[in-house]
């Protein structure tokens, strides 16, 4: 994982990494509509096997398909945690005082408030972001460059990130991000997929939001 240079934030028992949002106006969606949030916090980064460990241990919860005598895949430690469903991830959430982001705070985090196409600006570079390759890749690998206005990472490939906001159907559910596996288009800020909930895929892992945080120290 790299450094960041922008402010941190931790909440919860989870004591990740999360960076601000401040309150106010950006532009949303494909048609970049005008749109407001309150202030927020997001995690720097996508929940790690290591975190999700963490939350496996302590409360008992199903382990990801892949992982083997209660373990991630071999040096996978700091990549994101993925075969993880939307009840789960809203479960560690919820066990680490938090929730998932709304589609709207998902994509203030990853665009800023100038409506760009991806976290990095308007053009696509492939070496700022984990697309159309064969794997996931550990957290933070292409930072700075492929960081956010805010400093968040891995928010354009790696793996796409269940969004919260209410409970979803049993069909429908949205990711937001793209993943390893998908290009530029899945890439952008504005991208929405929407995905069946109880689906445990490679592909799909999650970050977390709070409505309140605290500087790490």
Not at 61 to 74: I, L, M, Q, V
Not at 104 to 120: F, Q
Not at 166 to 193: H, M, N, V, Y
Request: hydrophobic letters at 30%; one cysteine or more; charged letters at 25%.
């Amino acid at each position: 994982m790299s450094e960041t240079k922008v402010p941190l934030f931790v909440c919860g028992k989870d004591n990740r990494p999360m960076v601000k949002v401040p309150a106010g106006e950006f532009l949303y969606g494909e048609d970049q509509e005008k749109t407001e949030t309150k202030e927020f916090f997001i995690d720097l980064y996508p929940v790690t096997n290591a975190d999700y460990k963490k939350f496996v241990d302590a409360t008992g919860h199903t382990e990801p398909a892949s992982w083997r005598k209660g373990t991630w895949p071999e040096g996978k430690e700091n990549h994101p945690v993925v075969e993880v469903n939307w009840e789960s991830a809203s479960a560690y959430a919820a066990w680490a005082g938090k929730r998932l982001p709304t589609n709207e705070e998902w994509e203030k985090a990853a665009r800023g408030t100038d409506g760009r196409t991806w976290p990095w600006g308007n053009e696509f570079d492939r070496d700022k972001c984990n697309t159309f390759s064969g794997d996931t890749t550990p957290v933070g690998q292409y930072s700075p460059a492929g960081d956010s206005p805010y400093g968040c990472q891995d928010m354009a490939g790696n793996v796409w990130e269940w969004i919260g906001g209410g409970k979803p159907s049993q069909l429908r559910a949205p990711l937001r991000g793209g993943d390893w596996l998908d290009g530029a288009e899945e890439a952008q800020t504005f991208f929405i997929r929407m995905h069946t909930p109880l689906r445990k895929n490679p592909f799909v892992g999650f970050r977390c939001a709070a409505d309140s945080a605290e500087p790490m120290k």
